[in-house]
């Protein structure tokens, strides 16, 4: 009986009620209960040992289909977070409860109740038509030049900033919700203007609902003025490259530690000390990829339940951010010769692939945007550099804070201590080449921003706390100062990149010392 009550706690809720999977289970065992009553003591435990893997295989199943479910969920969501029409239809329909509550209410309790109010419309029929129409026209109107100004920016911002941030644009709910403000405002009065009734029929005109469409259009100046100002500013080159800076430390600050690769229990962060079966590599089989994309997000917990329940050892191939080609080798599965086609959709179910990357699970992708913002400020058609400079702080700004952080484990265990994931990461000497490489080959021959790089390394040198990483940034404050050398003919201007140089070198040094 101690048995039945263990797994009746399993399945309950965080706050102790029972969910749906504890009632059914409370079901069955009551079914058993009446079972075992009649068997013997050694008959009676098999049963329940049946009974509890049983439950097991029902809870991590169900758990599979959650994890399925999520990533769908996750994929959606963010497609409408990244649509421009989402929130301007929902305001649009929120309008439309709004006009038919109003009129309602209209109806219901009648002018007199409300013209003692004092600030509720008093006029006739026909001011009220007039005032809506107008109120209707001049929204529409205002929404198109709104639509207008919003390509403008996007036009601006692709062809100086970079394609790339365009969903960065587009996310902006400020901009959705002001165009969304000027349709629902435009929807709300063309649904009470078309329930007003002059003197020749039965007269009704809806007070409160005209008035509550006077003050939408007063908020609706409000919310344009908003716009006017909010446009001007988010174009800035300051502006942008700080908005993805603050994204890149949002990353930073989920994935490091982060989700993937985090280890479920005290063991060593360095691989080698738990090797992977000798017969992995000759035994394992590939799980390839249903389709095309670019792979934007892992559920490792749905992996892990998978692994868990089939017994499985997985080992991830891909990580958020690579491209994927139909058919190729995302995770290694061993034993191999466990792998079906229902295994292989499941396990195809966890990753979520799409036609872009994005900074959900992929810091690097944080790190590409700041470097292309300063290649396309550094090309000879823009020729900013000032822009570049900006990019080269907020790279240093986020490697500062990516030192400070401990690299997740690339082992995941379940809960009896077995290796079920192997889940390779971003290190930080990638990530380092990811920040500077684009950024050096394409200043070489500036040397405001060679030494701002290398300021940004002698930064990032006090914050770092092992010796390979330091390496990594000494490998490349030479690269900077060697391409100076070549590039650079003033040689007042080597003299500044050189000083800049040692004092990079000197802040290495100190961490070896």
């Known amino acids: 009986m101690l048995a039945v009550l263990t797994l009746a706690l399993r399945v309950t809720g965080a706050r102790g009620e029972p969910t749906a999977d504890a009632r059914s289970a409370a079901s069955r065992c009551r079914g058993l209960g009446a079972v075992t009553n009649s068997v013997p003591a050694a008959r009676r435990l098999t049963l329940l040992s049946s009974f509890n893997a049983s439950l097991d295989a029902s809870l991590e199943a169900d758990g599979l289909k959650r994890g399925a479910l999520k990533a769908l969920l996750l994929r959606y969501w963010d497609r409408l977070r990244s649509s421009f029409w989402f929130v301007p239809a929902a305001m649009a329909c929120s309008a439309v409860a709004l006009a038919v509550c109003a009129v309602a209410v209209d109806r219901a309790v009648g002018e007199d109740w409300l013209q003692r109010l004092g600030w509720s419309y008093s006029g006739g029929a026909e001011g009220a038509s007039l005032l809506l129409g107008t109120v209707a026209g001049s929204m529409i109107a205002i929404a198109g030049t709104v639509f207008s100004m919003t390509l403008v920016a996007l036009s601006f911002a692709s062809s100086q900033l970079g394609p790339r941030l365009l969903r960065n644009f587009m996310r902006d709910t400020a901009n959705q919700l002001v165009l969304g403000t000027f349709v629902a405002t435009f929807v709300y009065c063309l649904l009470v203007l078309r329930t007003i009734r002059r003197a020749d029929e039965v007269a009704f005109v809806p007070h409160l609902s005209v008035s ?93 339940a998978l692994a868990s329940q089939e017994d499985l050892l997985l080992r991830l191939e891909r990580r958020p951010g690579h491209y994927l080609v ?45 470097v292309e913002i300063a290649v396309r400020a550094l090309s000879p058609g823009i020729n900013d550099p000032f822009t570049a400079i900006a990019c080269v702080d907020r790279l240093g700004s ?44 394409c200043a070489r021959a500036n040397p405001a921003v060679a030494i701002r790089m290398l300021d940004a390394i002698a930064q990032v040198a006090g914050q770092v706390q092992s010796a390979p990483d330091a390496a990594c940034l000494q490998r490349h404050a030479g690269m900077i100062v060697r391409g100076a050398r070549e590039a650079v003919p003033e040689a007042d201007d080597l003299l500044a990149v050189e000083a800049a140089f040692m004092a990079a070198t000197q802040a290495l040094r100190a961490l070896d010392g």
Request: net charge negative; hydrophobic share 45%; glycine share 10%.
């Open 212 to 304: 509550i469409g006077v003050l939408l259009a007063m908020v609706s100046i409000g919310v344009l003025i908003y716009f006017i100002h909010h446009v001007s500013v988010s174009i800035q080159a300051d502006e942008v490259v700080a908005r993805v800076g603050r994204e890149l430390d949002d990353g930073i600050d989920k994935l490091f530690p982060g989700h993937l690769g985090q280890a479920g229990s005290d063991v060593s962060k360095n691989p080698g000390e738990s090797d992977l079966p000798a017969r992995f590599a000759c035994e394992a089989r590939p799980v390839g990829a249903l389709e095309d994309g670019y792979l934007q997000r892992i559920d490792a917990d749905a992996l892990m």
């Open 326 to 370: 139909k058919g190729q080798a995302m995770v290694m599965v061993w034993p191999g010769d466990r792998v079906t086609e229902s295994l292989v959709e499941r396990m195809n179910a966890a990753f979520l692939l799409g036609n872009q990357r994005t900074a959900a699970q992929d810091v690097e992708f944080s790190f590409q945007q700041l």
């Open 398 to 441: 986020g490697l500062c804070r990516l030192a400070r952080r401990d690299v997740p484990s690339t082992l995941r265990f379940d809960r009896e201590g077995r290796l079920r994931l192997v889940a390779p990461g971003s290190s930080f000497a990638g990530i380092v080449d990811t920040a500077f490489n684009q950024i050096r080959q």
